[in-house]
Antibody
Framework: QVHLVQSGAEVKKPGASVKVSCKAS????????MHWVRQAPGQGLEWMGL????????SYAQNLKGRVTMTRDTSTSTVYMELSSLRSEDTAVYYC???????????????WGQGTMVTVSS | QSALTQPASVSGSPGQSITISCTGT?????????VSWYQHHPGKAPKLMIY???KRPSGVSNRFSGSKSGNTASLTISGLQAEDEADYYC??????????FGTGTKVTVL
């Protein structure tokens, strides 16, 4: 079955960068879209961006442009999300989520990773 | 892009029906039939409950249903059960290749 397994928790200092990985299995990796969503403590879900795994094209949320980079490695079926110039407000659980395909791309997220806690603290 | 507006909390007794609204604008919810709903229990990954406004993924109970009218989408949970107690989020495609989540609703089963 489909699995998305993310890398472990990270603690970073303000100004540093963090790179979170998401390894996929159980489906055709290169024929899908992967999204990243985060949730800060006590806050709601926030869409961060997506990467088209067939051609690496990307779309980022406006408020993160310039700080976020999403990449993929088809040889290991792994997607990466790197966030730079970290600030305390970036403390959150980060999720990767696969876009659902139901005769067409459904623009919904049917499989999620387990989440990665990123803490930004001096 | 501003978050879609949801009520902060909704509650109901077991067996009752509740409805959660998700209000956007003519540029997001009103323009596309791509609203999805997620159930989120603390400490777990969100779960897709409804996609394309009213479709249920395989394995999701038919007690969950979705609809849309104008700029507002809705999720209805009928026959409320204790296990339905969770946070619920709507999400809309807002084009091009951009999405926005709702503010989230905490559902309490009394």
């Amino acid at each position: 079955q489909v699995h998305l397994v993310q890398s472990g928790a990270e603690v970073k200092k303000p100004g540093a960068s963090v790179k979170v990985s998401c390894k996929a299995s159980g489906y055709t990796f290169s024929n899908s879209y992967m999204h990243w969503v985060r949730q800060a403590p006590g806050q709601g879900l926030e869409w961060m961006g997506l990467i088209n795994l067939s051609d690496s094209s990307i779309s980022y949320a406006q408020n993160l442009k310039g700080r976020v980079t999403m990449t993929r490695d088809t040889s290991t079926s792994t997607v990466y999300m790197e966030l730079s110039s970290l600030r305390s407000e970036d403390t959150a659980v980060y999720y990767c989520a696969r876009e659902m395909y139901d005769n067409t791309w459904s623009k919904a997220f049917d499989m999620w990773g387990q989440g990665t806690m990123v803490t930004v603290s001096s | 892009q501003s978050a879609l507006t949801q009520p902060a909390s909704v509650s109901g007794s077991p067996g009752q029906s509740i409805t959660i609204s998700c209000t956007g604008t003519s540029s997001d919810v009103g323009s596309y039939n791509f609203v999805s709903w997620y159930q989120h229990h603390p400490g777990k990954a969100p779960k897709l409950m409804i996609y394309e406004g009213s479709k249920r993924p395989s394995g999701v109970s038919n007690r969950f249903s979705g609809s849309k009218s104008g700029n507002t989408a809705s999720l209805t949970i009928s026959g409320l059960q204790a296990e339905d107690e969770a946070d619920y989020y709507c999400c809309s495609f807002v084009g091009p290749s951009t999405y926005v989540f709702g503010t989230g609703t905490k559902v309490t089963v009394l």
